[in-house]
């Protein structure tokens, strides 16, 4: 049982690069959720997947695209990659947004610079 | 907009030391409470959370919370930390009755203990 699994972990791209992060979780969780940290601003959400098949923005979703490809995997993509999305990105999941109450499961997160 | 307010972003203390990490939120209506920790290399994990009953809950570590309704508080505290509670701290809040339930994160606060 591995939780949140993202890849890759640490990624270095050129302004205008595009490149997709990869989110799976094996916990059969219906919904799941991208998020960026950065210093000082804490983490914000990016986009959302209520479930299999539906995706929704969150606070800061401009820049990004997202596919919710099954059940299991919720990935990230930057079409053409800015300086002000370096960040840290974190993936999570809950069985159902109402089982954020209880627990909501992260990844270990991608370091991503984009230069 | 409804926000989260962490007004301690870098904490450092001695071993022993008392502790006491500032949240307030912004929203009138009822909501959640959740502290979640970061350990250096690692993934967020859940504290500690409040939905309602007693206003004082205790969490993982020894860590515990007091909600404050009448000033939107949920202020972590621990009276004696240890070198191994150097971290980074979220409060977080779930805003329910908005439709989809997602948590909203603080800016987070860097706590450094020295041994």
Redesign the interface.
Known sequence: NAG?TQTPKFQVLKTGQSMTLQCAQDMNHNSM?W?R?DP??????IY?S?SEGTT?K?EVPNGYNVSRLNKREFSLRLESAAPSQTSVY?C?SSFT??A??E??F????TQLSVL | AQSVSQHNHHVILSEAASLELGCNYSYGGTVNLFWYVQYPGQHLQLLLKYFSGDPLVKGIKGFEAEFIKSKFSFNLRKPSVQWSDTAEYFCAVNLLNTGFQKLVFGTGTRLLVSP
């Open positions: 949140v959720y998020y940290q000082g601003m804490g983490l914000r959400l959302y209520a929704d969150g974190f999570a947004d109402r954020i109450n627990k909501l992260f990844g270990s997160g």
